[in-house]
Structures are given as structure tokens and as C-alpha cells.
């Protein structure tokens, strides 16, 4: 449930916010237009009206709001939700967010950065290709080294094609890409094994091989059951961008949303071929700050400015796309998001032509680190994009030159 408004909002004193929002909730709806009268324009004291009865209905009676690291908590007599909000230089509420999902784990959202999860698939998948490399080095038979060697280069091609792995530190990543080095040096042991030995292996090795390959080259070849968009007439970023998320199953967490089922994350790769940076330090980030152009020419329908860029890996409750531009080529809806708070150089109701210049890329939102989130969509349903000058399918793990 939002509101709206697009009024600053970024480095707002939280506890403020609380305060402001609490007054709502307990408020009786006559004093609305006092505590906030920019949602009450914006939305219609009706509308108010439901997302605060809904609010009461799921939470009993709002007894605090304060803020806590993901975000801030409407707490109940029955169960608490998080929420997020704004406020106008006149102190009055300008916009609000509220969860429409209790508030689980205790009171604490699960954190982002290195879980235990995925401590423990690192480690699994470094003890795997460990085991599949000395195998390699073991082999007793040829047989049994070429079972072996196609086992590896399946694992490999999952490894490479479905984990993602320039998004892993290269700690871990050099390491394990090493291993086919190592592996292909076990091939001079070939002269001195003798022929013969058990044949499963080598088809075990060839069909999981061949599985792997025809699921990744559908899952590249994805598109989204609407079809594809219109051709945009420019890549919205200039220079090498590496795509996180973009494909079909297994390559794009976007799937799970209708309307975003075409969507891509974009990363800028820096000159280490890194896409990280210091989470205390947005600026380290190779992404942070880039240039955004229009991908196309049309109305911008919706321009969001002015709210905070989260922590990288430590996401807050906030609006799902945060600072964003959303264009309406009269066919379809593009929407660019998670731009960085101040550098909106557009408005709603506002004609653009592809190339000109929106904002700088950010990490507000939904958002884990900077990069720019990009889809298109018709009647609330995602589409296949594509760029004019750029060939072949879009999906992660590819970089596009623009």
C-alpha cells in the first residue's frame, strides 16, 4: 500500500518518521488533513481510510512505530508489519508504504550479506569440483578418466551457466575455474592407463553433459508467454554492463512477478572485472552513479525522487522500485529503477526522446547493491526486451557493450 508522492525524503531523522506515522495510525480520520495532508490529497481520504483499517485489522491495536534495521515496525497487540515513510520539509507526512505480510522471524528479516546458505554452498561446491579434479588424477582406466573429465565439464557448465558465478568474490571463484586447469593437466597420465573399464561413467557424464546444456540454452533462449516489446531504440547505459539477473528459469528471480518476467539487472564491471565495492562507501561500487539514458521515446507516467539508497546487503522496507522513471511508448510501459536520490532529471507527465538523459544509477528500493533494474510490460504483463544495435538473447552472465 503506497502513496505516491515523490517529495526528498533521502537522510530524514527515522525516529521522526516513526513518530509521524504513529500519529496517523492513531489518529481519527478528521485530524488526516492536518498530519498529512499530501496522502490524503494523493490518495483520497477513502483509500486512507482502507490501508489504515486494513493496517489495525492485521495488527490489532498499533500500541508503537519505531525503527529498527529493516525498517520501521508498526507493532500491534496481535503482530506487528513493517512500513516506510516520508516527510515534507513541514514535518507533516508526505508519502507512506505499508507491508501487506506480517512481520516474521521475531521481529528481524533475514539479512542478505554471506548467510550461512550460502557459506555452506560455497563450500559444497568447492569440496565437489575438489573431488571431480581428483578424480581426474585417479582415473585408474581411460574409460574411467573420460567418465570423469565429462562429469567435470558438466559440472562446470552448471557451474558456470546457472550460478553466476562473477557475482561470487574471486577467492572463490579463481579457485574453482583453476580446477579445469588442473584437471586437463591429468590427461598426460593418459598414455600409461589402460583401456577398458566400466562405461557408465562416460554415459553418465555425456547425458548429465547434454541435460545441462539443452536446460541452459532454453532457459537463455527464454521469453517471457505476452512475447517481446517493441525494439527500444538504445541501450539506457553506455559502456561494458554485466547482466545479473535476465533469462528464464533458473537465471532470473524476476519470473516469479507477472509483470517482470522479461526483466533484467544490470552491473557495471570495473576495471579488476569486479562488480563490488565497500558496502560503507556507495561510491566504490563501479554501477553507482552511472548515467541512465531513455531506451526509447515517450510519456514518463510515473518519476520517483528523493528516497534513501539503501545499504548494499542490508535492505530496508521501502518502496519495491524505489527512485525510479517509468515511460509509456503508447504500446507498452518501460520502467527504469532504483536510481540514486537527487539525480532525477526528469518529471511525471514529461515527453522524452530515447538518449535523453533520466538519472544516475542507485541503490534505492529493492535493492541489494547498485544496478539498474530494467523491464517492460503490457496490460500487467512482462515482455522480452530488445535493445536496436544489440544482437542475440539478453540473459545473465552475458555483458553487453553499449
Known sequence: MTGPGAAPGAGQDRAAQAAALEALLRAEPAEWPQLAPAVVRQLGPERLRGIVEATRERVGAVEAVYDAPDGLVIRGARAAVLGWARLGED?????????????????????????AARWAVRAALCLLFAWRVDGCWGAASRTGWLGGALLLAALYLLYEGWFNPAMEPWWIRRPIESGAVVALASAVRLPD????????????????????AGLLVRSRRYRPPVGT???????????????????????????????????????RVGPGGSHRGDPAALGSYPAYGAR???????????????????????????????????INTGSETVKLAHLRPGSLAVTTGQTVSAGQFLGEVGNSGNSSEPHLHL?????????ALRFTGVAGHLHRGRTVHA
Not at 523491464?375 to 515482455?383: I, K
Open 193 to 212: 592407463l589402460p583401456d577398458g573399464g566400466d562405461v557408465i561413467g562416460p554415459v553418465l557424464g555425456a547425458a548429465l553433459l547434454a541435460l545441462a
Open 375 to 383: 523491464h517492460a510490460e503490457r496490460d500487467g504483463q512482462g515482455l
Open 292 to 326: 541512465v539514458y531513455a531506451p526509447c521515446a515517450g510519456t514518463v507516467v510515473s518519476a520517483a525522487d528523493g528516497i534513501e539508497d539503501q545499504v548494499p546487503g542490508a535492505v530496508r522496507y521501502a518502496p519495491l522500485y524505489g527512485n525510479h522513471v517509468f
Open 91 to 115: 514535518g507533516a507526512l508526505q508519502d507512506l508504504r505499508i507491508s501487506p505480510s506480517l512481520r516474521g522471524n521475531g521481529g528481524r528479516t533475514p539479512r542478505l550479506p554471506l548467510s
Open 229 to 267: 516489446a517493441a525494439p527500444l531504440d538504445r541501450f539506457p547505459m553506455d559502456g561494458a554492463w554485466y547482466i545479473a539477473q535476465g533469462g528464464g528459469p533458473g537465471l532470473n528471480h524476476h519470473l516469479r512477478a507477472p509483470e517482470q518476467r522479461g526483466a533484467l539487472d544490470l552491473l
